[in-house]
């Protein structure tokens, strides 16, 4: 592989250096809502041998089995307690879920993923034999926000037990598990795949407690209130719970990538440029955002997120193209691109080749193929309209090919603004993401907490709220109407947050602080 072929196919062809990366997108997000990134969870963390490209055939194997055994009279599987008539309507009425309005014609079997087996069946980002594995997305925060391998490992491994259907589970979701293995012809077994060691990557000790802005840690700690919160509820409203943190997690950790990606290049790039030096404390500083504002309650937010995609596209081709051309000048980089450190070690290397990297004519290589790529860059296509199109599905409220569904989805982060199909999609927190919410933020605590506690809850995942609106605003109705909240003229804002489960004890695992 060398500079001009990376030139002629740049999203293609990225550098080894760059892949093995643990800041890197691998696979770049695509098309998920929350219900495929639950059930695409169920299968990296506990169905190592499925593959995201056979649900969508296994699941008009299971449905064109039903037609054939309702046609001719059959009975049901062994094993199973439903007739052929019953378990057609439970999967195609009781636990089916909304087709989108492109999808009504289209004929597959979708449902709510509330025990790992439906997602043997159900749940893919596509509905071909090439979709994306957006359960790996969820085990790469996992990573990103422990302070060790073996925390990860840990966390991992308390997520595959919440996961799985237990006694402490209610009586339908443990005849759900049952019923579905049952008629499932090629029963996969539900076992623990551990983080491959490839993917076990997490930040340097100095940079995961010096960042005070990552929202993969803010996520781990909240999938151990999620986990903890399990027993004071059904399995159905446990997963709604789970999806809302899972959308908003995933939708800020890849703008958050997308955010770094931008400001490594910057600095990449000052270098190149004027042969600035720069130390690990600057880059640290540097490449690690503080205090970032990616969504703003009520405001439109897609905007503001093809900002930073477009920002980390051309990111992604600089950083590719200046490795490919430290290569060609005989003076591969071999270090890390996901540390400080190895961001300064970068940036020393540049420096001291500066003069072959200009001779070359590296800028104008980089220059060249943005030109030639201005409609990818622009997020008109390829990898920026897919990860658009990621963000727009996951934080948005499922738009329904039926009307009398729309109130199905309740956990969204994003909804529209008007009954138009051309309303902007605004910052609004559906009542499910609330109670969610809520919970993480007080997780640990006793008795209400101020409303500033909710506020830097979700400053920490980059969505800022003005505490001053929130007693005027959607939220603070949602915060009356579900009862997690106290008037107190003494409060800021007036108001006082209540826990919204009586689960309100010490976190264990505090090594993932």
Known sequence: MSLMEFKQAPWRFSHGTYQKSALAMSPAPEYASSEVLLSSLYRTIGFAAVSEGSVPQAGSDLDKRIQKLRKKNQTQPSGAVLS??????????????PKLPNQSSKRFVQVTPLVPGTSLFSGSARLSSNSWPAGSLIRRMVCLGSKDAESAQQLWKLLFEALSVNDRDDFFARWLEQETSSWNQDVDIWALAPIPDGESTTLTPPDFQDIHFLPARRFVKDLQAIMQAKDAMTRRQWTSLLEAVLRLGAVSHVTWLCDVHARVWSSLSAVLGTGINLNEQEIRKAIFPETPQYMAYGGKALQGIKDKVSSYLNARLGINALLWSLTQIGAPYEGDIASSKGIAMLCLHIKKNRDALLSIGTLETITD???????????????????????????????????????????????????????????????????????????????PRSIQKLVLHLEAYGLTVDKHEIARNDLGHQLRMLGLVLDSPDAESGMLLLPPFHTSQILQGSEHE
């Open 84 to 97: 052929v008539d019953s378990w057609y309507t439970v999967l195609h009425g009781i636990l089916e879920s």
């Open 369 to 447: 193929i943005r030109e030639q790529e201005t409609r990818a860059l622009l997020c008109k296509k390829g990898i920026g309209s897919n990860l658009l199109e990621f963000a727009r599905h996951a934080l948005g409220q499922r738009q329904t090919a039926v009307p009398l569904l729309r109130g199905y989805d309740q956990g969204y982060i994003l909804k529209k603004k008007g009954n138009s199909s051309s309303s902007p999609w605004i910052v609004s927190l559906g009542p499910v993401a609330v109670l969610a919410l809520v919970h993480c933020a007080l997780a640990g605590m006793v008795g």
